[in-house]
């Protein structure tokens, strides 16, 4: 009886886990990267990893095929003595998009309401009250 209890409380805190990873926020891909790992088996059941990661910053993407590649290992296999040497990881071109332009239109807009009431004290606070919203819930998160 017990068993069966504990059996049917995993199963639905694993049914409350997945649903709270659904109506969870997206991620943001804000940051590209680029990864690429290795492992050798020797023959004594020992093995070896290496790995990589290149990353950019936010803007920038790599443009082009992933290409990951290792160097040969080297050492006798009979002699349980291989080495993984070198990884090489090729993600092509680096692009960025255009850091003025803002994503959010009404930032955006937001941005040049500011820019034509610079000088009207008023104008500005005006809109940045506008912006913040009822209880500083708006637009601007």
């Not at 040969?72 to 090729?90: F, K, N, Q, R, Y």
């Given at each position: 009886?017990?068993?069966?209890?504990?059996?049917?409380?995993?199963?639905?805190?694993?049914?409350?886990?997945?649903?709270?990873?659904?109506?969870?926020?997206?991620?943001?891909?804000?940051?590209?990267?680029?990864?690429?790992?290795?492992?050798?088996?020797?023959?004594?059941?020992?093995?070896?990893?290496?790995?990589?990661?290149?990353?950019?910053?936010?803007?920038?993407?790599?443009?082009?095929?992933?290409?990951?590649?290792?160097?040969?290992?080297?050492?006798?296999?009979a002699a349980d003595d291989e080495v993984l040497s070198g990884l090489h990881i090729t993600p092509g071109?680096?692009?960025?998009?255009?850091?003025?332009?803002?994503?959010?239109?009404?930032?955006?807009?937001?941005?040049?309401?500011?820019?034509?009431?610079?000088?009207?004290?008023?104008?500005?606070?005006?809109?940045?009250?506008a912006g913040a919203g009822a209880n500083g819930l708006g637009g601007l998160e």
């Amino acid at each position: 009886m017990k068993i069966s209890a504990i059996v049917k409380g995993s199963i639905c805190l694993l049914g409350l886990v997945s649903v709270g990873n659904i109506l969870a926020a997206p991620a943001n891909a804000g940051q590209a990267s680029a990864r690429g790992a290795a492992t050798l088996v020797r023959a004594s059941g020992a093995s070896i990893s290496i790995s990589g990661e290149l990353t950019l910053p936010n803007n920038a993407y790599f443009e082009g095929p992933l290409d990951v590649t290792i160097d040969a290992p080297t050492g006798t296999p009979a002699a349980d003595d291989e080495v993984l040497s070198g990884l090489h990881i090729t993600p092509g071109t680096v692009e960025s998009t255009n850091l003025a332009t803002s994503s959010n239109p009404f930032v955006q807009a937001a941005a040049d309401a500011l820019t034509a009431a610079a000088g009207d004290v008023g104008a500005t606070a005006a809109i940045i009250r506008a912006g913040a919203g009822a209880n500083g819930l708006g637009g601007l998160e």
